[in-house]
């Protein structure tokens, strides 16, 4: 995927929350600028997306996996809120690099670990997971049909999935988007074409495709939201 120059820092904002795939891990920039923005503007949203979560999920201990952790800010708010031991899983080793040191701030090195995966084939086991969630990840999956049938994979009977994207509130989102207009004239650009993956029919065939029986779609202003049970 070409993205433009990349030493212009509008290229990370915009990538963000991109709808198109990517091909190669963030590198040591890319991954600063994504926690800078974690920890900016975004910051307001990982504590209520934790709680909804637990709202939903009601899973509350057990083994849990954050897809796509970049910074790993939803696995500690999630953390925070929970009895749950968290692996923040990401393919980007400089992402995982900043999320220790995130977890290791928020005292949480004994509760969520990091770990170098890869959403198309899972270091985990058959059945072994009890809540996967994901914000964000899922608009740089290059083969959706593949990611969610490791997911369904390693969810143990009775788990639950919460994965796709979203602001929190419909207040957070409309002042994230007027604060990233700010930043990145090209991000509300790049917001619309990930609403375009939402409403179109590629994540219902490929959650068929994956032999997912049983999920739900959760669409409003807020957020995008899977949730899967096995």
């Known amino acids: 995927m070409k993205t433009g120059d990349p030493s212009s820092p509008n290229k990370y904002f915009g990538m ?3 709808s198109e795939s990517i091909d190669k891990p963030f590198n040591a920039d ?4 994504m926690d800078s923005i974690a920890k900016g503007p975004f910051a307001p949203i990982y504590p209520i997306i934790a ?10 201990s057990g083994s849990c996996i954050d897809l796509g952790c970049g910074p790993a800010h939803l696995a ?8 749950l031991a968290i692996d923040a899983v990401d393919s980007s080793p400089d992402m995982l690099t900043i999320a220790t040191e995130n977890i290791k701030e928020a005292g949480l090195s004994g509760r969520v ?8 084939a899972l270091p985990y086991e058959d059945s072994s997971v009890d809540l996967i969630i994901s914000r964000g990840s899922l608009f740089f999956w290059n083969d959706l049909n593949k990611a969610f049938l490791e997911i369904y994979r390693v969810l143990r009977p009775n788990g639950r999935t919460f994965i796709g994207g979203g602001f929190g509130t419909d207040a957070l989102k409309e002042e994230i988007f007027r604060k990233m207009r700010s930043i990145d004239p090209k991000w509300e650009k ?3 074409k990930r609403l375009k993956m939402q409403q179109s029919d590629k994540i219902p065939k490929a959650l068929k495709a994956a032999g997912v029986a049983e999920y739900e779609i959760r669409r409003d202003l807020a957020g995008f939201w899977i949730i899967m049970r096995k």
């Open 113 to 120: 670990r990091v770990v170098n995966g890869d959403v198309h």
């Open 16 to 18: 963000y929350l991109m």
């Open 30 to 33: 890319g991954a600063k600028k």
């Open 190 to 192: 790049n917001a619309e």
């Open 51 to 60: 709680d909804q979560i637990m709202d939903v999920c009601k899973i509350t």
């Open 76 to 83: 500690i708010a999630v953390a925070r809120v929970s009895d």
